[in-house]
């Protein structure tokens, strides 16, 4: 279900605009390889990422979309919990592809925390 969601916020109008083959790509490689989906899935279903933030030590960033529904914004405090020092940026009016749909305004978010981190 979430996949499903993943797909239907990537391929929602407000997110095509201007982006027609990148979406005709997506959905044509969705149908064209079932398998590597299969794959992710049972990827994503097999591990449990909050317990893996234990293990990340670097200075992290998650960009978080306010609107998302594959990963819902209440989840961030679950995450900033395991990973001290992390800074959370929620972006209001987007969803979890917030780089497809807002690039500019993600791409900024990123390069003030890698001038943050740098300093």
Known sequence: ??????????LRPA????KGPVAR?????LLRHPATLAAT???????????ETRRVTAPTLLLWGGR?????????TRFIERL???SLHVMPDSFH??????????????HEFIGRTQA
Not at 15 to 18: A, D, M, R, V
């Open 97 to 110: 592809e917030m780089a497809t749909g807002r690039p500019d305004a993600t791409a900024s978010v990123i």
């Open 68 to 76: 998302d529904r594959t990963i819902p914004p209440r989840l961030a």
């Open 84 to 86: 001290p020092g992390a």
């Open 25 to 29: 790509n997506f959905a044509a490689n």
């Open 1 to 10: 279900n979430r996949m499903i969601e993943l797909a239907e916020q990537a």
């Open 15 to 18: 997110q095509l605009h201007g």
């Open 41 to 51: 899935l049972r990827m994503v279903a097999g591990c449990n990422v909050l317990e």
